[in-house]
Each structure stands twice: as structure tokens, then as C-alpha cells.
């Protein structure tokens, strides 16, 4: 689960820089996009102004050609011309594409040199977000992996401990059946529930049960997980508390047979408990505010007693 966890964390911060990426890249491709425009359209204009120019140009020395050729003077054509002739709609036209001409200016010279580089920064955001996907699809992979992995380990483990339980429950309520069950559809985020019943009651959920029920309960299901993966030693203080006699005789019974593999520290104040240990320790005070550890082997005990 700590690794599912920082991976997550990982494929969050993966996800973050890849959207932060993005936003660069299509911000950077708008403002190309736009000075590809601009530039454009300044070529067309620029363009169409220059040709417009060289027609009139043309057509001007056209007409001074002519007139040459026929021998006159264009001066002196302009004086007789009638009054019909235009000449300010010339003029005013003429000055109108200057004006336009003159407009176009400054032209950006770079223009090309930066197209350039933005390109080459759009290849490299477009590197980068190759990377990022990659990355990203390897996470994603190994997250599939592991929760695989999971649900199938925790389905064996579940199945294992469950077995444990209904066959340690009825050894210690004497009869009686219980079993775990799943609260949810998936395996990764279920709770487990404990079902139970005692002899001759109905089957309940464990908060149901009575104070030495529950106890008995828990029992079972902390050694089925010991029969399971057994710990080098397990503490358990005054289960035996809330336990009649004969509860407390079959659940010495079942600490004394899983000994042999777990070695139990038990607190208890319950004389049947005692009677099932190999080793007493306890604590007295002879004298007021000094403890005392006293220890007994009860094996030895015993063999000095019958001597």
C-alpha cells in the first residue's frame, strides 16, 4: 500500500508537469500561429503595394516613352491638357499607396529567426511530452501490476485466515461456528467483517456479541492469522478477563498448543492461565513504594513439590 501510495504521489507529479507542459506548448504554438499570420499578411500588402507601384511606375514611363517617341515634352503635355484630366485623382491615389507603403514599415526582419526557434521549441516541448507519456504509461503499468498482485495475494490470505477462524472458533466457544466476510466488491479498498455464532445464539456481527464473546472471537481470528505467518512471540494482556472457567480452560488449551511455534507473554490474574504457563513472573512490594520481580519455572516448581 506505501508503494501504491508513492507511486500515486509520483503519477500525480508526473501528471502536473505534463499539464504544465501543455499549457506552455499550446500557448507558445498560438503566439507562432499568430506571428505566421501577421507575417503573411504583411508579405501580401507589402507585395501587392510593390506591384501597384511598379504599374504605376511602368505605366508612367510607358506614357513618357510615348510621348517622347512623339516628340513632345511631358511638361508641356501636362499644361495642355484639358481640364478634363484628373491629374488630383492621380496625385491622390499616388499618395494613397504611399501612405499604405509607409504603413507596412517597420517589417519585421526576424520574423523568420523566430519562426525558427519557436519551432525548435515546439520540438522539444513535443520531446518532453513524449517522455511524460512514456513515463506516465510505465506508472500506470506498474500500478496494474501491483494491484493485481494485491488483490490475488489478499484473496489467498483472506480465503487462508478465514479457513483458520471457523476452525478455531467452535475448539473455543466449544461448538458454534463463525466466519469473516468482505464488505465491499473490491479487494483493494474492502473492510473485513467478523460473523459469529456461539452456541445456541443466532449469527451476529461481532459488536453484537457479549464482552468474553468478543474476546473469544478476537482470539480465534489473531491465531488463525499466527497459523498463517507466525510472529516470534505474541502479547496478550488479561484476554482472559471477561472468560468463564470453562472458556478460560479451552483457551489456555489452545495457548499451550500454539506455543510450539509462538512464544506467548500472557497478563492474566486468572489461576487456570497460570496453571498453563512454563514461566510465572510477577511483581510484589515488600516494602512500600520498592517492586520486586518474582519468577517461577513451574516444571521445576512442580518437580520440587513431588520430591
Known amino acids: 500500500l506505501k508503494r501504491r501510495v508513492e507511486t500515486e504521489g509520483r503519477l500525480g507529479e508526473a501528471r502536473a508537469r505534463l499539464q504544465g507542459l501543455e499549457n506552455d506548448y499550446r500557448e507558445k504554438d498560438?503566439?507562432?500561429?499568430?506571428?505566421?499570420?501577421?507575417?503573411?499578411?504583411?508579405?501580401?500588402?507589402?507585395?501587392r503595394a510593390r506591384l501597384r507601384q511598379q504599374e504605376v511606375q511602368?505605366?508612367?514611363?510607358?506614357?513618357?516613352?510615348?510621348v517622347e517617341e512623339l516628340g513632345g515634352d511631358v511638361a508641356t503635355l501636362a499644361e495642355t491638357l484639358s481640364e478634363e484630366a484628373d491629374v488630383e485623382a492621380w496625385s491622390a491615389e499616388l499618395d494613397t499607396l504611399q501612405i499604405k507603403i509607409a504603413r507596412l514599415e517597420p517589417v519585421n526582419l526576424a520574423a523568420i529567426?523566430?519562426?525558427?526557434?519557436?519551432?525548435?521549441?515546439?520540438?522539444?516541448?513535443?520531446?518532453q511530452n513524449d517522455d511524460?507519456?512514456?513515463?506516465?504509461t510505465t506508472l500506470e503499468n506498474a500500478i496494474a501490476k501491483i494491484d493485481r498482485k494485491t488483490r490475488t495475494r489478499f484473496k489467498e490470505t483472506f480465503e487462508r485466515v478465514n479457513k483458520g477462524v471457523q476452525e478455531l472458533f467452535p475448539r473455543l466457544f466449544g461448538g458454534g461456528h463463525a466466519y469473516l466476510e468482505l464488505t465491499g466488491e473490491d479487494l483493494l479498498t474492502t473492510g473485513v467483517g467478523i460473523m459469529a455464532q456461539p452456541p445456541g445464539k443466532r449469527v451476529s456481527s461481532l459488536h453484537l456479541l457479549s464482552g468474553g464473546e468478543k474476546a473469544l472471537t478476537a482470539v480465534a481470528f489473531v491465531f488463525a492469522i499466527f497459523r498463517l505467518n507466525p510472529a516470534p512471540f505474541c502479547l496478550l494482556d488479561e484476554v482472559d478477563a471477561p472468560l468463564d472457567d470453562a472458556n478460560v480452560v479451552r483457551f489456555s488449551t489452545m495457548v499451550r498448543e500454539m506455543?510450539?511455534?509462538?512464544?506467548?507473554?500472557?497478563?492474566?490474574?486468572?489461576?487456570?492461565?497460570?496453571?498453563?504457563?512454563?514461566?510465572?513472573?510477577g511483581v510484589t512490594m515488600r516494602e512500600p513504594g520498592v517492586s520486586r520481580l518474582v519468577q517461577v519455572d513451574i516444571e521445576e516448581a512442580a518437580a520440587l513439590a513431588a520430591s
Open 259 to 281: 506455543s510450539e511455534s509462538v512464544q506467548f507473554i500472557v497478563v492474566t490474574h486468572n489461576k487456570i492461565t497460570m496453571e498453563m504457563a512454563r514461566q510465572l513472573s
Open 113 to 127: 529567426q523566430e519562426f525558427e526557434e519557436e519551432q525548435k521549441r515546439k520540438e522539444y516541448l513535443d520531446s
Open 30 to 47: 498560438a503566439e507562432r500561429q499568430r506571428a505566421i499570420q501577421a507575417s503573411d499578411d504583411i508579405r501580401q500588402d507589402l507585395e
Open 58 to 66: 511602368l505605366n508612367a514611363r510607358n506614357l513618357q516613352t510615348q
Open 132 to 136: 511524460l507519456c512514456s513515463a506516465l
